[in-house]
């Protein structure tokens, strides 16, 4: 009886999504009844609003418009127009057949790599700059890590006429110099942050220390699905549409659901927007793959699920990366964009209740994954989303020939050729780091 | 000791109280301790001692200069009730500042614990807000602590209901939207947030004092604030002197200076 439902459910979404693309997203969210967050932002005892006074006011006034903007036809329909003609959704689901070879199970590919600005950041960023011209604010600031997140906020920003600044930590700037570029290509100010380890929980820092003292006109466009609520909630509800997406196409290209999906965890909104649809098909297992830098007992690492403890950063409480005194722990990651030592809360809840599981990848396997894909499917992946391929290795040759894992592809590797040339020797001489 | 002593005090002498704030282990372990013993001689009516903390989300460049150079020096929670043992001792009401996660990860209940047999007097907490405080609200209860919750120029009425409804010692009214550091001028919404927030509070059963801190550092605009709140609270201006200071000798002269004006002009408000 379920089944029958859900296979309704299915072809009423398929039939109604180009028109409706925001909105069918919604309905599946009711669909899936997934209770959380409560009213207060709350997944279980993850979440919340850890934030100083002075920003309740504005945090409570963006839970109000994106509640309100959410049922409002006008609202979806321009994000759905923006999401199809300007994003390019949806994106593929591509069969990756010579890397499922070496996974030993079919892999499926969710190319968010394809959507403009080249990752999944987009989304959730078409999303927000609408919030913010809706709020009647003029200014949009963000963090960045690998500089995904700042490309996509920069051009939201031209695209609607905001004015955007960026914050990225200053090693991040020196790792992505080709995303600085592109942002300040765009229009957009990119401060590089000196403070601490310089890298994105910095970053992040230096972007509430702006907004407390702009919020007047300026709207915080966070990347990930972390801060204080409604961001965990907003930025998922924006990025779900890749599961949704995934879920339709795995189900009209294979017969049925998968039995694995995959993805990269930094804060974690990829991970989060291709699970989400799934959450409520107990017969998917969702696995996460953290940054394990040089290996979690080496402490060089930014796995925070799999080697961190209870703690409040950021605005929300979650797992994060700290010392016995509850101080932030310096992290490590060949990837800029997941080398963070907080987590989404609602991975953490996931995480809490087994209906994920999550595990780290060393930077030596994520390198390897990055080459593979690149020569068994002729795609570059960003370093980020090549965790997850590494993960759907480790998992394809665990569930067997049988399987079918759908992997999040969540970003393009272009921004990562310094990294990557640097790291497998192919700079020619007296050009690598 | 409730800090509300110190405030009581000052509101008979016909003045408003002042506030000093300091990191513990800034300049140095014994060196913080000296400094928070300096601006109580000097004429501070009580002493916030900062915890460091790695993610200083709500300070600006002095105190993040202050805190890191603390770290760097390896301060730990436990040398932060060492100092607030030692500055309660000369006999002024001493809370400690903190962001959230240490207190935390130390468990609120054995935080204040600590705390109260320290000799402190509560806990200032920037970053939490009434709503998620329900562990420091029962722990500070247990323990008889003082807790400082924040209200902003943006704060509704409801809001600040809520706030003055649970804060006990004083309310802390930030002057201005933005991060810690000395300004040039005090905000003109800060009078207003005063006078809304007395209203809220007289409203009530329990009187609450008032301090307004947030870019306050000279004499004169501690006696502008004296005019309108019951209290000053100046952290930057303290660790700018030290910073700048060519030696130990110095930034305490300086600390001691700049009390001497802003205790003065405490004085001179009224």
Redesign the interface.
Known sequence: MAGLVQYFTDRIGRFSHDRTRFLMTMDTAARGAAPVPDG?GHFGRFG???????????LDELTREFDTAKHDPAFTAELDDLLANYAGRPSLLTEAKRFSEHAGARVLLKREDLNHTGSHKINNVLGQALLTRRMGKSRVIAETGAGQHGVATATAAALLGLTCTVYMGEVDTERQALNVARMRMLGAEVIPVK??SRTL??AC?EA??DW?????DTHYCIGSVMGPHPFPMMVRDFQRIIGVEARRQCVDMTGGLPDAVVACVGGGSNAIGTFHAFVPDESVRLYGFEAGGDGVTTGRHAATLVGG?L?????M?TY?L?DD????LETHSISAGLDYPGVGPEHSWLHDTGRAEYREITDAEAMDAFSLLCRTEGIIPAIESAHALAGALKVGRELGPDATIVVCLSGRGDKDMHTAATFFGLMPEGEGE | MSVQTAFDKAKADGRAALVGYLPAGFPSRDGAIEAAKTMVAAGCDAIEIGLPYTDPMMDGPTIQDAVHQALVGGVRVADVFRTVEAVAATGVPTLVMTYWNPVDHYGAGAFARDLASAGGSGLITPDLTPEEGGAWLEASDAHGLDRVFLVALSSTDERIETITGVSRGFVYAASLMGVTGARSAVDTGAPRLVERTRAIIDKGRAPLPVGLGLGVGTGAQAAEVAGFADGVIVGSAFIRRLLDAPDAAAGLAGVRALTEELAAGVRQGR
Request: net charge neutral; glycine share 14%; hydrophobic share 40%.
């Open positions: 207060t919340g609003r850890f934030a100083p006074e002075a920003l309740m006011a504005a403070t601490g929980k910095d820092n509430f220390r407390v003292a702009t919020v007047d403890s703690g409040v950063i950021h605005g409480r994060l700290q005194d509850g101080q932030t």
